[in-house]
């Protein structure tokens, strides 16, 4: 188990360092690249104003079984799986946006104020979950026995949705980045896993990049909980950290595509499971 740890902690170093050089973006990008002139009002419930990235990528998970419980295949804990990886993002302003007219309604230009965004987004991927086969023989369920019930689900495709609300009252640089909270919930279904959909939510604070080239790169910490954990799957620690470069023109002028590194941290704080999923994709 210890060794399956370092590797788990090796991970979480390198979310940090992702998340510092986000932060670092956040004051680098307002010298690069200014806020934008304000123009004409964008009229909330515009078309316009519609954000929405496909994705195709890499889903790396890594699971760190909790050291409490005794699983009948342990030696199943701290193995990296991958798998490709689709899905679409999207976000809509609710609330006070940009005051410029373009498609982007970036809320990042000077005095734009506070704004409220709805934000989601769906995937399949894969995850890792507990299981407890005290009632079942079927799948990984099968090398299970009355004494040893508790079990580790691994590399399992998932289907994903959730669906968010991200508010940011404050605002750094001069209106390129933001501070804001947020609030979202949503679900995960895995194969050979439970039948019912896992609840997978959080609140919690962070900071986003609102223009230039790193624009929709954020760092973001809350607390929530997570159904496909059985041992504490509540009062969670989220960390989400991602980077986001749009100047990816492989295929000439107008043909750029956006390139994504996306980290997301579920720990308890304790013995308990824990896991690291780490998404490399391209979107436009």
């Given amino acids: 188990m210890t060794c399956c740890k370092r590797g788990f902690f090796k991970t979480a170093t390198q979310v940090l360092i992702l998340s510092a050089i986000v932060a670092s973006k956040i004051g680098y990008g307002a010298d690069e690249d200014p806020a934008p002139a304000p123009g004409p009002p964008a009229q909330n419930g515009s078309s316009n104003c519609l954000e929405i990235y496909p994705y195709l990528g890499v889903a790396i998970d890594n699971f760190a079984a909790s050291s409490a419980n005794d699983y009948f295949n342990h030696e199943d804990s701290g193995e990296t799986k991958t798998r490709e990886t689709f899905g679409v993002w999207f976000q809509y302003p609710l609330g006070k946006s940009d005051p410029t007219s ?18 989601g987004q769906t995937a399949h991927g894969v995850r890792s979950a507990e299981l407890d086969c005290s009632n079942s023989s079927d799948g990984i369920c099968s090398d299970s026995s009355p004494s040893q019930s508790l079990g580790i689900l691994r590399d399992a495709s998932s289907l994903e949705a959730m669906l968010g609300i991200r508010w940011e009252p404050f605002e750094f640089q001069n209106g390129n980045s933001a501070g804001y909270f947020v609030l979202q919930s949503g679900f995960v279904s895995v194969e050979d896993g439970v039948d019912d959909a896992a ?4 609140v919690g604070f962070g900071a986003r990049i609102r223009s230039g080239d790193y624009r929709n790169s954020f760092v973001e910490i809350g607390i929530g909980k997570n159904d496909l954990i ?8 989220k960390i989400n950290a991602r980077l986001v470069k749009d100047d990816f023109d492989w295929f000439g002028p ?9 980290i997301a941290v579920d720990v308890d704080g304790h013995s308990g499971p824990d896991s690291i999923q780490t998404y490399l994709g391209i979107t436009y």
């Fill in 199 to 202: 609840e997978i939510s959080h």
């Fill in 254 to 262: 107008g043909g750029g595509l956006i390139g994504f590194i996306h």
């Fill in 102 to 119: 373009d498609a982007s309604c970036n809320a990042g230009a000077t005095g734009s104020g506070a704004s409220v965004w709805l934000y």
């Fill in 230 to 237: 059985l041992d504490r799957n509540t009062d969670r620690i």
